[in-house]
């Protein structure tokens, strides 16, 4: 249960990250401050800061269920979520170390889940 619950805090917090990338794409750093900053208000970084909120949440709650080391392991699946959506969403770049690096996280994550 404890690793569902890793598991839904990284994808938040990864959800997080691709929300605020949209929130923020069409932003137009001209004109005044107070201009700037009234772009970053919308519906995508509001739901982003919601995400991040939600995953801390529930990190809280598995840090005092299981080891740091077991639980924070699972944050590198974040950074496989995020590439795999800046992909499918933004359409940016992926090579074939972008491909083996990320092979190479979630193999680390299963042996860690594992190891436990």
Same mark, same amino acid.
């Given at each position: 249960?404890?690793?569902?619950?890793?598991?839904?805090?990284?994808?938040?917090?990864?959800?997080?990250?691709?929300?605020?990338?949209?929130?923020?794409?069409?932003?137009?750093?001209?004109?005044?401050? =107070?201009? @700037? $900053?009234?772009?970053?208000? *919308? +519906?995508?970084? /509001?739901?982003? !800061?919601?995400?991040?909120?939600? &995953?801390?949440?529930?990190?809280?709650?598995?840090?005092?269920?299981?080891?740091?080391?077991?639980?924070?392991?699972?944050?590198?699946?974040?950074?496989?979520?995020?590439?795999? =959506?800046? @992909? $499918?969403?933004?359409?940016? *770049? +992926?090579?074939? /170390?972008?491909? !083996?690096?990320?092979?190479?996280? &979630?193999?680390?994550?299963?042996?860690?889940?594992?190891?436990?």
């Amino acid at each position: 249960m404890v690793t569902i619950l890793i598991i839904i805090s990284v994808i938040l917090s990864a959800s997080a990250q691709i929300l605020l990338k949209y929130g923020v794409k069409n932003i137009s750093i001209t004109g005044s401050v =107070f201009h @700037i $900053l009234v772009q970053y208000i *919308n +519906v995508y970084v /509001l739901l982003g !800061i919601m995400s991040y909120i939600g &995953s801390m949440i529930i990190w809280l709650y598995v840090l005092t269920k299981v080891d740091v080391g077991y639980a924070y392991s699972f944050t590198s699946l974040g950074f496989v979520l995020v590439m795999l =959506f800046s @992909i $499918l969403l933004f359409g940016e *770049n +992926v090579n074939l /170390l972008k491909i !083996i690096g990320t092979l190479l996280i &979630s193999f680390g994550i299963v042996l860690i889940a594992r190891g436990r």
